[in-house]
Structures are given as structure tokens and as C-alpha cells.
């Protein structure tokens, strides 16, 4: 399967922004689906993911209550609706995917392919 990820920009503190991941090349229900962040000197790490068959885990403290994840199987596309972004959220966003994912989705090594990346900046 490849992705697509797209929807980053710059944005001030406290705005929304929505984040797609278009997949294409593969069955797209069979694939869980995660998106990982990586900061500027910081190392890639985990945000959020969907299971193929439904369920959501997200990271930690950090995004809960902001962020939320999604899926639309009818297109191909995962989504990462963040809210209320803050400065600490800039950072390169990547999707990824995992064919029939059900555990450890917070773990990088799951997952056999991954989107370019989309760059969010948030300004203070």
C-alpha cells in the first residue's frame, strides 16, 4: 500500500488543522492505521492509531481530548483532526500502516509502510 499524507501548515496557537493519509494499492480496510510525529531533535513518536476492524489508541496526555483519529473506508483515507494545537505540537507528521494491526500500535517497528510526511508549524 502507499500513502499520501497531506494537510500541514502553519497555523497560530489554538487553531485546527486536519491531516489526510490517502491510500492506494491495496485494500485499505485491511490496514490499521497510526500517525507518529517527529519534532524538530526529537525523536518519532507515536500519536494515535485505528485498528482495521475499529478502535482507537492514542498517545498519552499529550494529545487526548485534542486530537482525534479517523477513518473513512469508503475513501481510502485516514484522518487526524487536531485541535487547540499548540507550539510543542510542530513537528513532521507521518501516517502509517499496518496490514490486520491489532496490537502494540504505539510501537514504530509495526508498521511495513509509511507516508512522506507533512510539516505542521505552530506559531505562539
Known amino acids: 500500500v502507499q500513502l499520501q499524507a497531506s494537510g500541514g501548515g502553519l497555523v497560530q496557537a489554538g487553531a485546527s488543522l486536519r491531516l489526510s493519509c490517502a491510500a492506494s494499492?491495496?485494500?485499505?480496510?485491511?490496514?490499521?492505521m497510526g500517525w507518529f510525529r517527529q519534532g524538530p531533535g526529537k525523536e518519532r513518536e507515536f500519536v494515535a492509531g485505528?485498528?482495521?476492524?475499529?478502535?482507537?489508541?492514542y498517545a498519552s496526555d499529550s494529545v487526548k481530548g485534542r486530537f482525534t483519529i479517523s477513518r473513512d473506508n469508503a475513501k481510502n483515507t485516514a484522518y487526524l483532526q487536531m485541535n487547540i494545537l499548540k507550539p510543542e505540537d510542530t513537528a513532521v507528521y507521518y501516517c502509517?500502516?499496518?496490514?490486520?494491526?491489532?496490537?502494540?500500535?504505539?510501537?514504530?517497528?509495526?508498521?511495513?509502510?509509511w507516508g512522506q510526511g507533512t510539516l505542521v508549524t505552530v506559531s505562539s
Open positions: 494499492g491495496d485494500t485499505f480496510t485491511k490496514y490499521t
Open positions: 485505528v485498528r482495521w476492524g475499529g478502535g482507537y489508541v
Open positions: 502509517a500502516a499496518k496490514m490486520y494491526g491489532t496490537v502494540r500500535l504505539e510501537m514504530r517497528s509495526n508498521y511495513d509502510h
